[in-house]
C-alpha cells in the first residue's frame, strides 16, 4: 500500500471518522417508524425504540428491482460482518408491482436470496412515508440514539457506507482493530453473480422501460391500438429504445399480457445485459419461452435464467436474466419469444 493509492486514502478517510470528528456525518433527523409494517421476517416485530443502542441500517427494497440486487451482496456481507457488533439491518420491503405484495412471494424470495436480517413488510407504504423515501434501493444509518447520520439513494458508494457503519459502532462503543471481540477495518470483499454483477456503467445506453401504459415508454407500434383489450400487433422497424409486440396481447396499465398462443416482445437496445420483470398471469402455470439476439437464439451470451438452448420457463413472477454479453457492446435487437398463452410482462431493465 502506498500514499498515492486508493486503498490508502479511504483508510485514511477511515481514520478521520474514527477519530471522532462530527462534521462529516451530520444530524439527519430521528429513524423513521416501523409501525405500519404489515409483516415481519426473521424477527418478531421492531421497533425504533427497541433499537435504541444499536447501530440501525434501514434499506429499501423490492425484491425484482435489479437496482436492489445489485446492492444486496454488500447488505449481506455488512449483517455477517458486523451484527455482533452492534448492527442491525432492517430491510424495509415495500413493493412496486402487485405481485410483490404477496407475502407468500415475499417470504419465498427473502429466503432464496439469503436474506437472513430482519425484514419489514411494508404493503400499505407506511413506513416507507415515514422515512419520507422515494427511491430503491435507500440506505439511511442511524447511531446508537437514533439519530440518522448517514444515507444513501441507488447503488455504489459502498466503501462510504461502510466506513460511516464502522464509525458509528465505534461511537456506540464497538472495538475496531485486531484485537480480542475487535473488528477488522478491512472493507468487506463480496463476489456477485448472476443478477448481482453492477452494471457496465460506461457502455450503458438503455433505461429502465415500463411495458404497461400506466408508465410506458418507448413503445413501437402500427397505428392506434387499444387499451385493455386484445390487440393483434406485429414489430415495425424499432429504433435504439424501442420495443414492439408481435402476437395477440392485450396492454393494460400494469403490464402486457399475452393472449394468442404464441407471441413476441422485441427491444432494440445498447448494454451488456438485459433483464425483464415478467411472470404467468396464473399463479402456478408455467410459459416456456426462448430469447433471440439479432434473429438468433442466443449461446453463449444468454443470461443466467435461460438454459444452453437460449430457453426458460416462466413458473413465477420475478425478475429473469436474459442477455449477459461478453464482447464489445453495440445496438442490438433481442427477442422474448414465448411458445405458449399466459405470459405478463413488466419492466426492461439493462446493465
Known sequence: MNDESPRYGLFRSLAHRLAGDDADLPYEGRIGSFEGATGWLNTEPLTAESLRGRVVLVDFWTY??????????????????YRDHGLTIVGVHTPEFGFESDHRNVEARTRALGVEYPVAIDDGYRVWESFANHYWPAVYLADAEGRIRFHHFGEGEYAMTEMAIQRLLVDAGA?????????????????PEGLEVAADWVHLGSPETYLGYGQSTGFAAEGR????????????????????LSGTWTVAR???GLDGPTGRIAFRFRG???????????????VPFQVLLDGHLVDETRGSDLDANGRGVLRDQNVYQLVRQHGAITDRI???????????????TFG
Not at 425484482?64 to 460482518?81: G, Q
Not at 472495538?175 to 463476489?191: I, N, T
Open 64 to 81: 425484482t428491482c435489479i437496482n436492489w440486487l445489485r446492492t444486496a451482496p454488500y447488505v449481506k456481507a455488512w449483517d455477517a460482518k
Open 175 to 191: 472495538e475496531a482493530g485486531s484485537g480480542p471481540g475487535a473488528f477488522d477495518l478491512d472493507l468487506v470483499d463480496v463476489r
Open 225 to 244: 391500438s387499444p387499451l385493455d383489450l386484445p390487440y393483434e400487433f406485429s414489430v415495425p422497424h424499432l429504433s435504439l429504445n424501442e420495443w414492439g
Open 254 to 256: 400494469h403490464a402486457v
Open 272 to 286: 451488456r445485459d438485459v433483464n425483464l420483470v415478467m411472470g404467468p398471469r396464473v399463479p402456478g402455470a408455467e
Open 334 to 348: 433481442v427477442e422474448v419469444e414465448f411458445l405458449e398463452a399466459g405470459a405478463e410482462a413488466y419492466c426492461f
